[in-house]
């Protein structure tokens, strides 16, 4: 069993829908908890970052963490042919590596 | 801008050579980490190094291996080259916080024949 489960996609959404996206996990251990971006053929950016349990909103952005159910989501509202992109869920424990699911790809038709 | 550049962008080698990554980061970032992330799959820890010693390493097998220098750029280099080597390759730096953000460089892509 990977630590960080997500699935693959492809999700394709209309302009302006609000996109779920989840992961769930397996290592009690995790303590933070991170969504990345990534475009086609770039390095990953950092999107968001939540500690524990709890929500955490940046413009359109909603990152949500349930440590009891061990479920990660982000929220997306109002979104962008821009979104456009793989969303990659990570855990880290605090130590010297961070886990990251298998990434979510997707699309925002206009 | 992440602060983070890796070289080359691109290169095809074939199975059985030797590759050498680059990567350097701005100053004071004394720790980098390296990733592997092979198509449609998110990027798994290869190792990391602080203070130019290799202080963490995942399920990597030995011909990985790396270098961090004074001037905070690292070399990643891959032995004896395999066909599940192709990759991008990710250097990435730690914000610093403990917090396992990471800010990462484009990558290299590998391509093994």
């Not at chain 2, 270098?67 to 004896?80: D, H, I, K």
């Amino acid at each position: 069993q990977k630590e960080v489960e997500q699935d693959p996609g492809p999700l394709s959404v209309p302009e302006g829908a609000i996109v779920s996206l989840n992961c769930t996990y397996s290592n009690s251990a995790f303590q933070y908890f991170m969504w990345y971006r990534q475009y086609s053929r770039k390095g990953p950016e950092l999107l968001m970052y939540t500690y524990s349990s709890g929500n955490k909103e940046d413009g359109r952005f909603t990152a949500q963490v349930d440590k009891s159910s061990k479920y990660i989501s982000l929220f997306i509202r109002d979104s962008q042919p821009s979104d456009s992109a793989t969303y990659l869920c990570a855990s880290h424990t605090g130590g010297f590596k961070t886990i990251f699911g298998a990434g979510t790809r997707l699309f925002v038709k206009a | 801008e992440t602060g983070v550049t890796q070289s080359p962008t691109h290169l095809i080698k074939t199975r059985g050579q030797q590759v050498t990554l680059r990567c350097s980061s701005q100053s004071g970032h004394n720790t980098v980490s390296w990733y592997q992330q092979a198509l449609g799959q998110g990027p798994q820890f290869i190792f990391q190094y602080y203070r130019e010693e290799e202080n963490g390493r995942g399920n990597f097998p030995p011909r990985f291996s790396g270098l961090q220098f004074p001037n905070y750029s690292s070399e990643l280099n891959v032995n004896a080259l395999e066909l599940d080597d192709s990759a991008l390759y990710l250097c990435a730096s730690p914000a610093g916080t403990g917090t396992g953000e990471l800010f990462f460089g484009e990558g290299s892509r590998l391509t093994v024949l």
